[in-house]
C-alpha cells in the first residue's frame, strides 16, 4: 500500500499534464494544413507548449513506475480522456454531447476494471537486451502496418501512438528500476544505453503519431490512445515482467468484460466524432440568385401587371382632320 498511494498520485497529475497536452496538439492540428512537415512544426510555440507538457506528464509518469508496476500505472492514464474531453469541447467552443459522455464513462468504466485486476506491489524484474530489441522489433512491424494508406488513418495513427506510448513506458520502468537498484551493478552498459535509445525513439514517434491521429478531432483519436497505452504495457509486464492479475480466473474475466466496455466506449466517441466533424464543416444555405436578372425599371402602374407582363409601347392614332 505504502508503494501504490505515490503510485496513484503521481499518475493522476500525470494525467493532467497529458491532458492538457493532448487539448494543445488538437487545437494545433485544426489550425495545420496536413502536408505540413515536421520543420515546420518546430518553429510554431503551440508545439512547443504542447511538448512541454508532454514532457511534464511523462516525467510524472516514471515516478509513478518507480512506485508501481505497469498494470497498476498505465490504467489510470484513462484519466486523461476524462479531463481531456470537456476541455477539448470548451476549446472548440461547443458543450460536450450526451454520445461523448457516453463514451468516456464506458471507456474509463472498462478501463476501471482493468485497473482492479492489477497488482500493486513495487516492480522487480527488468527486460533483457535480447528482450528489449525484440519488443522494439515487434512495434516498429506493428506501427508500420497501422500507418500505411488507407481507411481512418486517425484512428489506426491512434492506436499506433498508444502502442508506442505504452511500450515507451515498458521500457523506461526497466530502466528506472535498473538505474535505482542498489545491486551494485554497472550504471551504464548496452543494455541500458540500448534501452534508452528505444525509449527516445517511440516517445517522440508517439508524439508524432498522436499529432496525426488529432487532425480528424480529439474525443475518439484520444479513446484509442488511452487504451492501446495500458494494453500494450500490461501485456509487456505479464509476458515478460513477471507481472500478476489479482483475483485468478475471476480477474482474467473482469479484465475481458473491461476491455469489451472500453472498446464499446471507443465505438460512440468515434461515431460522435464524425458528427461533430461533419457539423463543423456543412456549408450553409446558399441564398438563392434570381432566375432572370433583369435591369431594375421604374412602372408606373399596378406592380401586378409590370411583373407578368412586359412593357409594349401603345401605338399613336393619327386623326386627319377635314
Keep these: 500500500m505504502n508503494a501504490t498511494l505515490p503510485a496513484v498520485a503521481l499518475s493522476l497529475v500525470s494525467a493532467g499534464a497529458y491532458a492538457a497536452a493532448a487539448v494543445a496538439q488538437s487545437r494545433l492540428a485544426g489550425r495545420t494544413d496536413p502536408s505540413t512537415g515536421v520543420l515546420r512544426l518546430l518553429g510554431r510555440g503551440a508545439w512547443w507548449s504542447a511538448v512541454a507538457l508532454n514532457a511534464a506528464g511523462a516525467l510524472l509518469h516514471v515516478a509513478a513506475l518507480n512506485y508501481g508496476p505497469l498494470t497498476l500505472v498505465q490504467p489510470l492514464g484513462a484519466l486523461t480522456l476524462v479531463v481531456a474531453v470537456p476541455l477539448g469541447a470548451r476549446a472548440a467552443g461547443r458543450r460536450v454531447g450526451r454520445v461523448e459522455w457516453r463514451g468516456t464513462a464506458l471507456t474509463l468504466l472498462g478501463l476501471g476494471a482493468l485497473l482492479l485486476t492489477a497488482g500493486g506491489s513495487a516492480p522487480h524484474e527488468t527486460l533483457t537486451l535480447p528482450e528489449a530489441l525484440g519488443v522494439g522489433a ?24 498508444g502502442i508506442t506510448s505504452g511500450v515507451a513506458s515498458a521500457l523506461t520502468q526497466t530502466l528506472t528500476v535498473a538505474v535505482t537498484d542498489h545491486s551494485g551493478g554497472p550504471l551504464f552498459s548496452w543494455r541500458l544505453l540500448t534501452v534508452a535509445l528505444l525509449i527516445s525513439a517511440f516517445a517522440m514517434g508517439g508524439l508524432l503519431l498522436s499529432q496525426t491521429a488529432y487532425r480528424g478531432g480529439l474525443g475518439a483519436p484520444l479513446a484509442v490512445v488511452t487504451l492501446a497505452n495500458p494494453v500494450a504495457a500490461a501485456a509487456i509486464g505479464l509476458a515478460l515482467l513477471g507481472e500478476r492479475l489479482q483475483g485468478g480466473p475471476v480477474s482474467l474475466v473482469l479484465a475481458l468484460l473491461g476491455t469489451a466496455a472500453a472498446v464499446r466506449g471507443v465505438i460512440l466517441l468515434s461515431r460522435a466524432q464524425a458528427r461533430n466533424t ?45
Aim: charged share 20%.
Design 138 to 161: 515487434a512495434t516498429m512491424a506493428v506501427v508500420a502496418g497501422l500507418s500505411r494508406p488507407g481507411a481512418r488513418p486517425g484512428l489506426r495513427h491512434a492506436a499506433a501512438s
Design 278 to 322: 461533419e457539423l463543423a464543416e456543412a456549408p450553409e444555405d446558399p441564398v438563392p440568385a434570381p432566375a432572370d436578372p433583369v435591369p431594375a425599371r421604374v412602372v408606373i402602374g399596378s406592380p401586378r401587371r409590370a411583373e407578368t407582363e412586359p412593357l409594349v409601347p401603345e401605338p399613336l392614332s393619327v386623326h386627319a382632320s377635314g
